[in-house]
């Protein structure tokens, strides 16, 4: 046995797993030489099977659990790695070999990227750019671990592959929403519940469940529109962390701005009434709901420089000013001070005032009327 070679099983586990979640199968298949690959609804695909002759696609894919099943000949079936061993006729250990080869963009975790594969050097270029970017954030304001992962940002090829998983929610309604919600959509009741959101707006925003993670989804776009990244929102109090962005994949916290494609559509509203920066997701909600379409979210309480570059630029645009409108806590008032010194010198910066009501600290606990009397 050679020792360079050995893993403790645990990090074997990790590694699997990270896998069989992260890497699409429908990539897999492709990669493999299954073809006529179609989306039949969000999420599921057929295609035609390889292992016999196929005219009417008989293998089913169901990408948000990963795995595939021929309904004809049930030789191609299961998750990424039974695929790459029926197909490549090999062992498990040569399936997974060929799976970290072939799909490192996917696999977060260094030791799922073996030494003597090294990327092309412009990738690794641009991967080590948004290494330095993201830990130069960090002298600013200390980012979880999980969020400062070097992240496989330089292949765009790969935009589109996060599919919008929101459908389950338009196919109910209303009634059964609040009053009977089947499993899979409650959690989405009761955080509509907990946050005053209506059904509209849990809509609008594209969230969904994911039993496996336990997480509300939030949908995180580019500002072409494209799905980059799904940002999972605890479902559980007691889980330790609130929000988890993810490592891997195409979504860059520096530089996307929540909801900024929509902003981008509403530059009028943005000349007559300023870009108004808040931290979270719900006071983004909250305030849309409220109508105030001129908002977005930094997802944190500091500007990163790409996330400036394109405030100042669509403020300078529609020749208007920023609201900035962070929580009303230490931390937010410490991102008050160092995003206005930062911003005041290129565009007009106001910030919005918080009433003298010791439960409202965010942007989300403000009523109708008390942002009607800040805003006007
Ligand atoms: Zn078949």
């Not at 963009?105 to 003597?116: K, L, R, V």
């Not at 479902?235 to 609130?242: L, T, V």
């Given at each position: 046995m050679n020792p360079t070679k050995w893993k403790p099983k645990e990090e074997l586990m990790d590694e699997k797993n990270e896998m069989k979640k992260n890497i699409p199968i429908v990539e897999v298949l492709k990669s493999l030489g299954v073809s006529g690959i179609v989306e039949t609804s969000p999420g599921r695909f057929k295609a035609l099977c390889p292992l016999h002759e196929d005219h009417s696609p008989s293998l089913h894919i169901d990408a948000e659990k990963n795995v595939c099943n021929c309904v004809v000949c049930g030789k191609l079936k299961g998750d990424i790695f039974s695929v790459a061993m029926t197909l490549k006729k090999t062992g498990f250990g040569e399936a997974v070999k060929y799976l970290r080869k072939n799909f490192s963009?996917?696999?977060?975790?260094?030791?799922?990227?073996?030494?003597?594969s090294p990327k092309p050097p412009a990738i690794e270029q641009v991967a080590n750019h948004v290494r330095t970017e993201i830990s130069s954030l960090g002298v600013v304001s200390p980012v979880r671990k999980e969020e400062n992962a070097p992240l496989a940002a330089a292949q765009p090829k790969l935009y589109g592959a996060i599919k919008d998983r929101s459908s389950k929610i338009h196919k109910i309604p209303e009634e059964e929403f609040w009053n009977n919600p089947p499993p899979l959509i409650a959690p989405l009741r009761n955080l509509a519940r907990e946050k005053g959101l209506t059904f509209e707006t849990v809509k609008y925003f594209g969230l969904s469940y994911s039993q496996q993670e336990n997480r509300v989804q939030i949908p995180i776009y580019n500002d072409q529109g494209e799905i980059v990244g799904l940002v999972g929102r605890r479902?559980?109090?007691?889980?330790?962390?609130?929000y988890k962005f993810p490592q891997e994949r195409f979504l860059r916290k520096g530089l996307e701005i929540y909801w900024f494609h929509e902003a981008l559509k509403n530059q009028g509203l943005i000349k007559k009434h300023g870009l108004t920066l808040v931290e979270g997701f719900s006071d983004l909600w909250k305030l849309w709901q409220n109508g105030y379409k001129n908002t977005v979210a930094l997802m944190w309480n500091r500007t990163a420089p790409d996330q400036e570059r394109k405030i100042v630029e669509l403020v300078k645009e529609c020749k208007s000013w920023i609201n900035l409108f962070l929580d009303n806590n230490e931390a937010g008032r410490l991102g008050q001070v160092e995003i206005t010194e930062r911003l005041i010198t290129k565009i007009p910066v106001r910030v919005i005032p918080y009433p003298e009501d010791p439960q409202v600290t965010e942007p989300e606990h403000f009523s109708g009327a008390q942002l009607k009397a800040v805003f006007n």
């Open positions: 963009a996917y696999i977060s975790s260094p030791s799922a990227s073996p030494a003597s479902n559980n109090p007691e889980d330790e962390i609130k």
